[in-house]
T-cell receptor
Framework: GQNIDQPTEMTATEGAIVQINCTYQ??????LFWYQQHAGEAPTFLSY????GLEEKGRFSSFLSRSKGYSYLLLKELQMKDSASYLC?????????????FGTGTQLKVEL | GAVVSQHPSWVICKSGTSVKIECRSL??????MFWYRQFPKQSLMLMAT?????????EQGVEKDKFLINHASLTLSTLTVTSAHPEDSSFYIC??????????????FGPGTRLLVL
């Protein structure tokens, strides 16, 4: 099976930088995804890592270390609209194809 | 690109009735569609995976006779909650992925359907 851990809640200040960590244990690792989910809405795709290293996309960056089973999502220049739940999801080759297992999500609150 | 729609967005029904939810990929052909359920303040739980033209694969603990999935085309999958009961009230979300170039088999989510069974 798979085990994914991420902090339940985080608070940060508008304009600051926040890093949301995710650790995972899985066999047949085949990619890690980050999604943003606002309350009452469906998740929206933020980033995808399958190789070690940093992927940068505007204010959002995601890092992966496969040997450590570790990823983080970095959000820069925080805005109030970034207040949302951030979901870490792992894809594994075992269990069939493109299936994702989601962490419980990190609820980020951005304050003035 | 990669837009997924769901219909209806909200449904309220009486206990014992059946509810059908549609999931459509609007601008790409989805080789695989997924159905998730999410209870308040919890993460997404995968219910089943469906590939066009074949039977859905259900996750452990999900009753396939209660949650009927049909994936008749590369752009449409339906989930029917049969004989719905109040404990089936939840947020149902579909996602679609494609093995086509540029999609990296990323799952793109629909806007979700909120089901309330009275």
């Amino acid at each position: 099976g798979q085990n994914i851990d991420q902090p339940t809640e985080m608070t940060a200040t508008e304009g600051a930088i926040v890093q949301i960590n995710c650790t995972y244990q899985t066999s047949g690792f085949n990619g890690l995804f980050w999604y943003q989910q606002h309350a009452g809405e469906a998740p929206t795709f933020l980033s995808y890592n399958v190789l070690d290293g940093l992927e940068e996309k505007g204010r959002f960056s995601s890092f992966l270390s496969r040997s450590k089973g570790y990823s983080y999502l970095l959000l820069k220049e925080l805005q109030m609209k970034d207040s949302a739940s951030y979901l870490c999801a792992v894809r594994a080759l075992t269990g069939g194809g493109n299936k994702l297992t989601f962490g419980t999500g990190t609820q980020l609150k951005v304050e003035l | 690109g990669a837009v997924v729609s769901q219909h209806p967005s909200w449904v309220i029904c009486k206990s014992g009735t059946s509810v059908k939810i549609e999931c459509r990929s609007l601008d790409f052909q989805a080789t695989t569609m997924f159905w998730y359920r999410q209870f308040p303040k919890q993460s997404l739980m995968l219910m089943a995976t469906s590939n066009e033209g074949s039977k859905a694969t259900y996750e452990q603990g999900v009753e396939k006779d209660k949650f009927l999935i049909n994936h008749a085309s590369l752009t449409l999958s339906t989930l029917t909650v049969t004989s719905a009961h109040p404990e089936d009230s939840s947020f149902y979300i579909c996602s679609a992925s494609s093995t086509g170039q540029g999609y990296q088999e990323t799952q793109y989510f629909g806007p979700g359907t909120r089901l309330l069974v009275l």
